[in-house]
T-cell receptor
Framework: DADVTQTPRNRITKTGKRIMLECSQT?????MYWYRQDPGLGLRLIYY???????NKGEISDGYSVSRQAQAKFSLSLESAIPNQTALYFC????????????FGSGTRLTVV | AQTVTQSQPEMSVQEAETVTLSCTYD???????LFWYKQPPSRQMILVIR??????QNATENRFSVNFQKAAKSFSLKISDSQLGDAAMYFC??????????????FGKGTKLSVKP
């Protein structure tokens, strides 16, 4: 099993719909992240969480919300999807030892039509 | 705030040859970490190599090596003996030594590498 699992892998949804992207990890790490990838823009941080009770906005949090249901689970929601939220979304987790980098999920490709 | 710049949106290399991908960063910190991630068409983010800023020795992982120039704030990735499987998007990333939000990973915009047979 993958260390970080994201579901769904791909999703097409309509403008105005609510959608949730789910992420779970088996690394036992406290820190989890949601990033968005757009062509030519790299990866940008949406939200991050250092533990279940510590959730923080990242660079581009508008239009998104998150829920940290447990140490292992961190969900990203789009309350009312819009076409410019079409992107590749990554969940990641990290070890407190910051030199170790992140472990990423395989991404969710979301298309809003 | 720290920034990471990859000035080459696309690069191309002939199979078996060597290619260097550029990355520069801006920071006022003296302790930090630098990373190169590879994203093949499968879209998985794969850690290629990492460098601690306090180490003068350049990191090496098999055919991948870096040229870390701390004073110039430069962190280039060299791929030797390029293989078709090296074709991917490559991201340079910075992570502060310090905790809190400063320890979040900051990415460049990426370089798409093509490998010609």
């Amino acid at each position: 099993d993958a260390d970080v699992t994201q579901t769904p892998r791909n999703r097409i949804t309509k403008t105005g719909k609510r959608i949730m992207l789910e992420c779970s990890q088996t690394k036992g790490h406290d820190r989890m992240y949601w990033y968005r990838q757009d062509p030519g823009l790299g990866l940008r941080l949406i939200y991050y969480s250092f533990d279940v009770k510590d959730i923080n906005k990242g660079e581009i949090s508008d239009g998104y919300s998150v829920s940290r249901q447990a140490q292992a689970k961190f969900s990203l929601s789009l309350e009312s999807a819009i076409p410019n939220q079409t992107a590749l979304y990554f969940c990641a987790t990290s070890d407190p030892a910051r030199g170790q980098g992140y472990t990423f999920g395989s991404g969710t490709r979301l298309t809003v039509v | 705030a720290q920034t990471v710049t990859q000035s080459q949106p696309e690069m191309s290399v002939q199979e078996a040859e060597t290619v260097t991908l550029s990355c520069t960063y801006d920071t006022s910190e003296s302790d930090y970490y630098l990373f190169w991630y590879k994203q093949p068409p499968s879209r998985q983010m794969i850690l290629v190599i990492r460098q601690e800023a306090y180490k003068q020795q350049n990191a090496t992982e098999n055919r991948f090596s870096v040229n870390f120039q701390k004073a110039a704030k430069s962190f280039s990735l060299k791929i030797s003996d390029s293989q078709l499987g090296d074709a991917a998007m490559y991201f340079c990333a910075y992570r502060s030594f310090y905790g809190g939000s400063q320890g979040n990973l900051i990415f460049g915009k990426g370089t798409k590498l093509s490998v010609k047979p």
